[in-house]
């Protein structure tokens, strides 16, 4: 096999196109070249921060027997979820990252644990690790709802002014007020976007609850009460990203539009300002 071939099928982000020879060849390259990549990573990122770098190299780990098994198992998970994209414009389909995401939460894991271990504070890396994984497991949970399916926008549906996109990949601006009368393609819920938007609301909120229990029984505030409190306030707060769907049904926005997704931005902000007041409230 030519050199370039090797190359091709090493850096290939598309598994279904490569038989299944070929797929063994990519994960025995991504094995050989992967480990000793990682380990400079995680060298070079430890050594910048001053901290060990073998709990990030292991926890790094995790995200290559990921990728292994969604290459590995590419086939059987097609089947069942249909990973090849159906409207979404990247190389998998939406559930087709959810998927991804789901296989790396160890990696995420461990990576934000690797971070507390390292820094001294393992309490708030322990609670950004839920943080992180919790919204990806929600997702998982909720495939259907943050499936390519959330492209498609029924006809009905009001949408406030923006720029959508028909099936056939013609663009239609909608006035104000306006009412879609056929079915149009707009941003979805796309399954990175929001998992970063519920991991941003939630990581400082969550952490800062695990570290409120560590300082609890080393110095008796805050109060235990408040801790809890603290780290079920974030995960309720994340909890709002895992139901775009339900909350599209109350808000004035077509959610599943870029305005939409503009809207669940600002209300990040919103949510964690209320919730430090409060948290504030109830740590006094």
């Given amino acids: 096999m030519a050199v370039k071939n090797y190359f091709s099928i090493f850096f290939t982000n598309e598994p279904w196109k490569l038989d299944g020879e070929e797929r063994k060849i990519h994960i025995l ?3 050989v070249l992967g480990i000793p990549i990682l380990y400079l ?3 070079i990122f430890a050594n910048l921060m001053k901290l060990h770098y073998l709990p990030f190299f292991f926890a790094l780990c995790f995200f290559l027997i990921a ?5 590995y198992y590419w086939d059987q998970l097609d089947s069942k979820y249909g990973l090849k994209p159906f409207q979404s414009p990247f190389p998998y389909s939406y559930q087709g990252y959810i998927i991804l995401f789901t296989l790396s939460a160890p990696a995420f894991f461990f990576l934000m644990l690797a971070l507390g271990l390292t820094s001294g504070n393992f309490w708030f890396g322990l609670g950004g690790a839920v943080a992180l ?39 239609l601006s909608s006035g104000e007020g306006r009412v879609v009368t056929e079915t149009v393609k707009g941003f979805g819920f796309m399954p990175l976007s929001y998992w970063i938007l519920a991991s ?16 609890h029984f080393t110095s008796g505030t805050p109060p235990l009460e408040a801790a809890i ?21 109350i808000v ?10 503009l809207f669940m931005f600002v209300l990040a902000f919103v949510l964690f300002g209320v919730s430090q007041f409060l948290i504030g409230i109830v740590t006094l």
């Fill in 29 to 31: 390259l991504n094995v």
């Fill in 41 to 43: 990573l995680s060298y």
């Fill in 67 to 71: 990728w292994i098994f969604y290459v």
């Fill in 133 to 171: 994984v919790y919204p990806i497991l929600g997702m998982f949970f909720r495939i259907k709802t943050f499936s390519d399916d959330s492209i498609l926008i029924p006809k009905g549906k009001a949408v406030l002014p923006d720029k959508v996109v028909l099936p056939d990949g013609k663009e």
């Fill in 200 to 215: 941003a609301v939630g990581l400082y909120t969550v952490g800062r609850g695990f570290s409120g229990i560590q300082l």
């Fill in 229 to 249: 409190f603290t780290i079920i306030l974030g995960l309720l707060l994340q909890t709002v990203y895992l139901f775009p769907d339900k909350l599209n049904r």
């Fill in 252 to 261: 004035p926005i077509e959610l599943r539009t870029k305005k939409g997704f």
